[in-house]
């Protein structure tokens, strides 16, 4: 079992940033791969970013250019720096981490919320 808890979000004007952080415990960190994905009003969850127990990302076409990942193993953490927020990007975001190919261990989520 694995204990995953965002925290960060927030509200922002268009053109600003957000960092989140996302807390994992319960199996060893560095053995995960960690995601982040978003829910906005009326819309499916969808994904953002992950990163691999190796280091190797990956990112949605929404995010290249304007969110990075990465993740301190020592800290357990895996972060999602968010620059040039757009009104689109409002969503509750959601931290996953998986053992395998399929994220399994979800967090409650953060809401972020970008004013135009």
């Known amino acids: 079992q694995v204990h995953v808890v965002e925290s960060g979000g927030g509200l922002v004007q268009a053109g600003g940033s957000l960092r989140l952080s996302c807390a994992a415990s319960?199996?060893?960190?560095?053995?995960?791969?960690m995601g982040w994905f978003r829910q906005a009003p009326g819309k499916e969850r969808e994904f953002v970013a992950q990163?691999?127990?190796?280091?190797?990302?990956s990112y949605a076409d929404s995010a290249k250019g304007r969110f990075t990942i990465s993740r301190d193993n020592p800290k357990n953490t895996v972060y999602l720096q968010m620059d040039s927020l757009k009104p689109e990007d409002t969503a509750v975001y959601f931290c996953?981490?998986?053992?395998?190919?399929?994220?399994?261990?979800w967090g409650q989520g953060t809401q972020v919320t970008v004013s135009s």
């Open positions: 319960g199996r060893t960190f560095s053995s995960l791969s």
């Open positions: 996953a981490a998986a053992t395998s190919s399929t994220y399994i261990y």
């Open positions: 990163i691999r127990s190796g280091g190797g990302t």
